[in-house]
């Protein structure tokens, strides 16, 4: 079974348009994370949740909203897609409140494409 | 943010060791050292963390400079399934509920057969 799986893989769509990338986690961990992946191979964080509660919000435009129905899905809404929005995203999961050092899951990735 | 330093890429023959430096000189007493590594077209994954002794797991050994400004990835005994990009993070835990990785440019490790 898959620890940490997302969907779509792959989400090629027009400029403007509003799409959903999903993630689910199996692990019963508390924290979920979403991350960016862009052409130049940079990873950065951009939201953390704990307890369905946003914990990190890097400086990510306000166009980009995560939503988390339970502690096991974290998706990613993005309204009016601009082309810099082209990247790879990765969804990841820790366990944090039992006292671990937070070790990572991380998803597959989803490519998302703006034309 | 703390940040690591490593180069960006290596070069290593299969079934020989492989270690991997990064240095870190504005670590806090806190903070831990993580590596992970990036297989191609995949998340990235956890490989090994420590904070002031040197670990070994399954994966790999991680080396913890006695003043903590620099550590090294050591793979014991390198295979083709190994290359990947591997970085080097300090987890920076600011308050509680914040603690987030930051990814540097890594380390492009390439394995000769």
């Known amino acids: 079974d898959t620890a940490v799986s997302q969907t779509p893989k792959y989400l090629v769509t027009q400029m403007g348009n509003d799409k959903s990338i999903k993630c689910e986690q199996n692990l019963g961990h508390d924290t979920m994370y979403w991350y960016k992946q862009d052409s130049k191979k940079f990873l950065k964080i951009m939201f953390s949740y704990n307890n369905k509660e946003l914990i990190i919000n890097e400086t990510v435009p306000n166009r980009f909203s995560p939503k988390s129905p339970d502690k096991a899905h974290l998706n990613l809404h993005i309204n009016s897609l601009e082309l810099g929005d082209s990247a790879v995203y990765f969804c990841?999961?820790?366990?944090?409140?039992?006292?671990?050092?937070?070790?990572?899951?991380f998803g597959p990735g989803t490519r998302l494409t703006v034309l | 943010d703390a940040k690591t330093t490593q180069p960006n890429s290596m070069e290593s023959n299969e079934e020989e060791p492989v270690h991997l430096p990064c240095n870190h000189s504005?670590?806090?007493?806190?903070?831990?050292i993580h590596w992970y590594r990036q297989l191609p077209s995949q998340g990235p994954e956890y490989v090994i963390h420590g904070l002031t002794s040197n670990v070994n797991n399954r994966m790999a050994s991680l080396a913890i400079a006695e003043d903590r400004k620099s550590s090294t990835l050591i793979l014991h005994r390198a295979t083709l399934r190994d290359a990947a990009v591997y970085y080097c993070i300090l987890r920076e835990r600011r308050d509680f509920g914040n603690e987030k990785l930051t990814f540097g440019t890594g380390t492009r490790l390439t394995i000769i057969p």
């Open positions: 504005t670590i806090s007493g806190t903070d831990y």
């Open positions: 990841a999961s820790s366990n944090r409140d039992r006292g671990s050092t937070d070790t990572q899951y």
